[in-house]
C-alpha cells in the first residue's frame, strides 16, 4: 500500500533551519506532483508548497515563499522542505501529500511531523 512517512520535525528556535523529509513508497513516485501543508492547532490544514513531477516546477504560499524551498530526489523517492528563518507562527504539523493534478487535489497524505518553534 502507498506510504508517506514525514520525518524531520521538532522543536527549533526562531530564526534557525530546519529540514523535513517525506518518503513515499508502494506508488510510482515519478508519477506524482508532491505538497506539503500545515495545520496549526485549532486551524485548518492549509497548504504550504508543491513541486511538479519531474521538479521543474514550484509554487508555494504566500506565507512561506522566499523562507523555504521545495525539492525532490525522484531516485530516493524522497521530497524535501527546507525552512530557514522559521517563526513561531510556523508551529504545526507538517503533512507531505501526493497528488495526480497539479495543485488541484492530492490522492495520498502522511501522518505528519511536528515543528515547533519557539520565539
Known amino acids: 500500500q502507498v506510504q508517506l512517512v514525514e520525518s524531520g520535525g521538532g522543536l527549533v528556535q526562531a530564526g534557525t533551519s530546519l529540514r523535513l523529509s517525506c518518503a513515499a513508497s508502494g506508488l510510482t513516485f515519478s508519477s506524482y506532483h508532491m505538497g506539503w501543508f500545515l495545520q496549526a492547532p485549532g486551524k485548518e490544514r492549509e497548504f504550504v508548497a508543491a513541486?511538479?513531477?519531474?521538479?521543474?516546477?514550484?509554487y508555494y504560499a504566500e506565507s512561506v515563499k522566499g523562507r523555504f524551498t521545495i525539492a525532490r530526489a525522484n531516485a530516493k523517492n524522497t521530497v524535501y522542505l527546507q525552512m530557514n528563518s522559521v517563526k513561531p507562527e510556523d508551529t504545526a504539523v507538517y503533512y507531505c501529500a501526493a497528488g495526480s493534478v497539479w495543485l488541484q487535489s492530492y490522492d495520498y497524505w502522511g501522518k505528519g511531523t511536528q515543528v515547533t518553534v519557539s520565539s
Open positions: 513541486i511538479n513531477r519531474i521538479g521543474g516546477i514550484t
